[in-house]
């Protein structure tokens, strides 16, 4: 079966750093996506990890352990405009999303 | 930057009627997909396409709905005869190929069904 756990909501303050956890369970595995997403708006993507290890780019950074089923999205100096929710998303032949997390920003 | 359009933004339909929701993909891309996101749902594969078929379908994707690639631009999803559970933001989206952007996806159109 597909199985992919984040939590369903998280504040953090202006300038500050969050951590997004993810774990899944999935019948196969070509990747790990992390998507934003505004309100009424599409899924834009913001990071790939396939292999295990950190991807960094610009104040956002991913972590993927496929021998734990594990990643993790890192948002640093955390703006304004970065309240929306984050997807993690799984591609065996298709991308999977989780149920996405909200992040409400605080100022 | 390429984009992939969607068409239109917002319908409200009966209970009970056929709609087209229409998507243009990116030129070059081979592969496309219909999501659908439930309010305050998660995002849901619908199908996948690719060399003018349906390579992969959810449980969703029953005889209600169909897709098709009329001809080289669009890319269009049918649903017959609405039901209320129908309303749902459909996203239409697509790849080159098993490349490691993801996929590109529209801006969603909005069903309402009443």
């Known amino acids: 079966g597909q199985n992919i756990d984040q939590p369903t909501e998280m504040t953090a303050t202006e300038g500050a750093i969050v951590q997004i956890n993810c774990t899944y369970q999935t019948s196969g595995f070509n990747g790990l996506f992390w998507y934003q997403q505004h309100a009424g708006e599409a899924p834009t993507f913001l990071s790939y990890?396939?292999?295990?290890g950190l991807e960094e780019k610009g104040r956002f950074s991913s972590f993927l352990s496929r021998s734990k089923g594990y990643s993790y999205l890192l948002l640093k100096e955390l703006q304004m405009k970065d309240s929306a929710s984050y997807l993690c998303?799984?591609?065996?032949?298709?991308?999977?999303f989780g149920k996405g997390t909200r992040l409400h920003i605080l100022p | 930057e390429p984009e992939v359009t969607q068409t239109p933004s917002h319908q409200v339909t009966q209970m009970g009627q056929e709609v087209i929701l229409r998507c243009v993909p990116i030129?070059?891309?081979?592969?496309f997909y219909w999501y659908r996101q439930i309010l305050g749902q998660k995002v849901e594969f619908l199908v996948s396409?690719?060399?003018?078929?349906?390579?992969?379908k959810s449980e969703i994707f029953d005889d209600q709905f169909s897709v098709e690639r009329p001809d080289g631009s669009n890319f269009t999803l049918k649903i017959r005869s609405t039901k209320l559970e129908d309303s749902a933001m459909y996203f239409c989206?697509?790849?080159?190929?098993?490349?490691?952007?993801?996929?590109?996806f529209g801006s969603g159109t909005r069903l309402t069904v009443v």
């Open positions: 989206a697509s790849s080159f190929g098993q490349n490691p952007y993801g996929y590109t």
């Open positions: 990890n396939v292999l295990d």
């Open positions: 030129s070059n891309h081979l592969y």
């Open positions: 396409f690719y060399n003018n078929e349906i390579s992969e």
């Open positions: 998303a799984v591609r065996d032949d298709k991308i999977i």
